[in-house]
């Protein structure tokens, strides 16, 4: 068994569906006997990793980057087994922070070579917009992680995200000339949809495993959305099933690909926010659009085959909206945000005017309409952004 370490940024609060292949490759691994690593990077949140981005990161506080650390531990450690030792959660912090900078530059620096440093994508890029010093110097603090988890963890493997690769050589070359040891790097491709649009994104931005921000049904729902060529694919990298059933899965054809798609959704949610809540997306979705498999003909080892429809429909994500927040009406527009259905007023406008904007069953046309008092039916409507997303909304005294 080898032990390996993936890193994670804490520059926001939550993980999202972008960061999950190599979550659940670390997860694939460690039920083969090997031990993950899992490293978030309080200490190089600091500075920020300048790859894959066009401008600096700006800066935040060291008690919002520990905060922010606490979130996405918890959030790891709902896929991977920290129990007796089978896996190590991590902070850089920990060796980073109190580092000596002379110290530091005398005993590391002097092994990097700036003409090499300047040849990564990442530093050329920003060299025509601008790159501080400081996020120049990240590799070297990233490169210096994997040399001390060599050193203290026997850590042979490092994977990440195909932007890291550049930083994950450089640790590779760090920890030989620092331990005389041969360690290995390995990167995932960034996960694309059949148009080749990014995965994880939708009209309201990024799609977060942090109910707070994206709630369990809405994450539900983003998987029980894809598109049926996909499906087979998405079963094999994001659930725990056989891989003879993924291929089963797979292989139906419309309609009962829908239910491929119940079993994706309800195994992508369960592993993120656990069964119960995963049960209750998939009654709330099924009380709302309809069930694929209400019989459970299609055979599957997924626990949703305990789930039955008819133990009851939970209701579609509800947004609370105080009468003063109404007043003498609300733009639709802004509603739209409010709701999380659009990500910003321009998205809000493209959608209405792409005629996929409906309060109940009434398409919206004028960007401009108000929704006053009287649009709500008993204190509530429904609000729907295209086929599937949707929010009630709840006027309240």
């Known amino acids: 068994p080898a032990t390996f370490y ?37 200490g190089t949140a ?11 990161r700006p800066i935040i506080s060291v008690e919002e980057i520990d905060a922010n650390v606490a979130c996405l531990q918890k959030q790891l450690a709902r896929f991977l087994d920290f129990s007796d ?6 902070n850089n912090a920990d060796w980073l922070r109190g580092l000596k900078f002379i110290d530091f530059l005398r005993d590391i620096g002097k092994l990097f070579s700036v003409n090499k440093m300047l040849t990564a994508e990442s530093v050329k890029i920003r060299l025509e917009t601008g790159l501080s010093f400081l996020e120049f110097s990240y590799p070297l603090l990233q490169a210096y ?5 060599f050193r203290d963890c026997d850590c042979q493997f490092q994977f990440g995200g195909q932007d890291q690769w550049g930083n994950i050589v450089a640790g590779v070359d760090l920890t030989r000339r620092l331990h005389g040891a041969s360690v290995q790097g390995a990167t995932f491709p960034l996960l694309l949809k059949s148009d080749g649009t990014k995965f994880g994104k939708t009209a309201g931005g990024a799609v977060w ?7 369990p049904f809405d994450y539900y729902q983003f998987w029980r959305n894809v598109e049926d060529s996909e499906v087979e694919k998405l079963l094999g990298f994001f659930t725990c099933l056989p891989m003879p059933e993924v291929r089963e899965l797979g292989r139906l054809e419309a309609p009962q690909i829908n239910r491929a798609k119940e079993i994706l959704a309800y195994e992508a949610t369960c592993l993120a ?15 709302e659009f309809g069930f694929a498999d209400p019989d459970g003909l299609i055979p599957t080892s997924s626990r949703l085959a305990e789930v039955k429809a008819e133990s009851g429909a939970e209701s579609i994500p509800t947004l609370p909206l105080s009468a003063g927040e109404l007043g003498d009406g609300l733009g639709i527009l802004t509603l ?11 998205e809000a406008r493209r959608l209405v005017k792409g005629g996929g904007c409906y309060l109940d069953d009434q398409r919206i046309n004028d960007e401009r309409q108000m929704v006053v008092k009287e649009d709500f039916k008993d204190g509530v ?3 729907r952004a295209g086929k599937k997303a949707r929010k009630r909304i709840l006027l309240q005294d």
């Open 6 to 42: 993936v890193g994670f940024d804490p520059t926001g609060n939550s993980l999202h569906i972008g960061h999950l292949l190599p979550v659940m490759a670390m997860r694939w691994l460690q039920s083969c006997g090997h031990r993950p690593i899992a490293l978030v990077g309080g």
């Open 46 to 56: 600091m500075i920020g990793d300048p790859s894959g981005k066009t401008e600096a």
């Open 85 to 90: 030792g089978k896996a190590l959660m991590v």
């Open 145 to 149: 992680d994997f040399s001390v988890l």
């Open 209 to 215: 495993l942090d109910a707070a921000r994206t709630s």
């Open 273 to 287: 926010h656990g069964h119960e809540e995963a049960a209750k997306a998939y009654l709330a979705a099924g009380g």
């Open 336 to 346: 739209l945000v409010k709701a999380g259905l659009s990500s910003s007023n321009s």
């Open 381 to 383: 409507l429904t609000l």
